[in-house]
């Protein structure tokens, strides 16, 4: 039986260079390639304005402006005063959904008064995307002449609330504030015009 043995070599200059040439390397990369990363990054003014103001009233009545961030879109609607009266006649037994899924007032029922972000009612601010398969819905179509998913077949009121079909949620209203009786805000960068 033959034993073979091991002999190590003593590091010599050459290897110990090499390894903490390369730890150094391996930690420094990514402190150097910081800068350039940082700066890709928007700076405060950018953070600052990271919002998007509407003049409220420059939408003429009747009309929708469509607005989008990536994929997300929302709407804001300038209500008729026939839709109005017509979302505020709805009784809340009559509703497939009775909550309001309004961000801004998140344990209320779904009355019209609970979904528009004015008194008088005059606009609404919500996604337009169907709560069963996050189609984006047509405009002034379906059974109440509002919002019509042409995926599911669900139908939706002027107030964005499900009426028929197999919709589980009315439609959500995001989070919003004003700036000024008729300037409102939607927070979070990227937020363009699509239609006005």
Known sequence: MTSHHLEFEEPTRRSFLFVTTGAVAAVGVPFAAWPLIDQMSPDAAVNAHAHLDINLGRIPVGVSILLKRGDLPML???????EIQAAGSVQLWELQDQRSRNAMRPRSDAS???RTIQRDGKFIVLIPV???HS???IGDAGEFNAWFCPCC???YDTSGRVRSGPAPENLWIPEHEFTAPNRLRINGPGWRYVTR
């Open 76 to 82: 804001i609607r300038h209500r008729t005063s026939e």
């Open 112 to 114: 019209d008064a609970n």
């Open 130 to 132: 169907c709560t069963r």
């Open 135 to 137: 189609c984006l819905l």
């Open 153 to 155: 077949g669900s139908h």
